[in-house]
């Protein structure tokens, strides 16, 4: 049994969402999507659906801060950062702005990056090079496809 539906956009081709079967099971009785795809199995006396296709082509602003740019969220740096800190590779549990706010660092992408609580505190308001640590690895803009993937798991 499928737990969640996809949803695509009007035309087929891009992912808009995706929904709980129930969810999408209200979807086709409003009439705002068709289904795409069926999976094997029903949903009470209803085939189940695998996909579906929006009736109306919908901007899907969530997804995008500004000029196709992913919004960043704590939640996102974290998942992309396998939750591991970027100063010492153990469990990461908070983020850490690279350049600080106070100096003018902003909350994106590339200047954001998961960090234990320990490294998070020793390096406190200075830059990585201040406060003598070493990023392991480089901060990245993840694509909406890894974005979306993460919500599968």
Not at 6 to 35: C, I
Not at 48 to 67: G, I, N
Not at 103 to 126: H, Q, T
Request: net charge positive; with cysteine.
């Amino acid at each position: 049994m499928i737990a969640f539906v996809e949803v695509y956009n009007q035309g087929g081709t891009e992912l808009h969402d995706r929904v709980s079967v129930e969810h999408a099971m209200k979807m086709l009785w409003r009439g705002v999507a068709v289904v795409r795809e069926y999976a094997e199995g029903y949903f009470g006396p209803f085939e189940m659906p695998k996909s579906l296709m929006l009736v109306r082509y919908v901007y899907a602003k969530w997804k995008y801060q500004r000029e196709g740019e992913l919004v960043v969220t704590r939640r996102g740096i974290l998942k992309r950062d396998k939750f591991l800190c970027a100063y010492c590779g153990k469990a990461a549990s908070t983020i850490d702005h690279i350049l600080p706010r106070s100096r003018g660092g902003e909350d994106s992408w590339m200047n954001l990056v998961a960090a234990c609580l320990k490294c998070n505190n020793v390096k406190d308001d200075m830059t990585p090079k201040e406060a003598r640590m070493k990023l392991l690895f480089e901060p990245r803009v993840p694509k909406f496809a890894e974005v979306y993937a993460w919500g599968k798991k």
